[in-house]
């Protein structure tokens, strides 16, 4: 059966820092570009990262340029999201996405709140 299954969302104070993973199980995520979106409600899921089947390759928006890294472990079969100094516009339901031509799956999400 083919999963992602994110992990790391939590409640933290503007300021802090949340490493959230995504691991990918029915599946190798290495011939897969990875990603992570985020979604608040009312609103579409927003790409925040991006990161090649290779890893040489990152995107991000500049909302979070400087503050989200994102990084994989093909051995591992897992991708994280480093967040750090979150912010209150931060908090959402964070996603994993994988894709390649003619494939692409998504996790179930993961919350992420912000708040003071």
């Known amino acids: 059966q083919v999963q992602l299954v994110e992990s790391g969302g939590g409640f933290v104070q503007p300021g802090a820092s949340l490493k959230l993973s995504c691991v990918a199980s029915?599946?190798?995520?290495?011939?897969?570009?990875m990603s992570w979106y985020r979604q608040t409600s009312g609103k579409g899921r927003q790409p925040v990262a991006g990161?090649?089947?290779?890893?040489?390759?990152?995107t991000s928006p500049d909302s979070v340029k400087g503050r989200f890294t994102i990084s994989r472990d093909n051995r591992k079969n897992t991708v994280y999201l480093q967040m750090d100094n979150l912010k209150p516009e931060d908090t959402a339901v964070y996603y994993c996405?994988?894709?390649?031509?003619?494939?692409?799956?998504w996790g179930q999400g993961t919350q992420v709140t912000v708040s003071s």
């Open positions: 990161i090649s089947s290779t890893g040489g390759i990152t």
């Open positions: 029915g599946f190798t995520i290495d011939s897969y570009a």
């Open positions: 996405n994988a894709r390649r031509t003619g494939y692409e799956h």
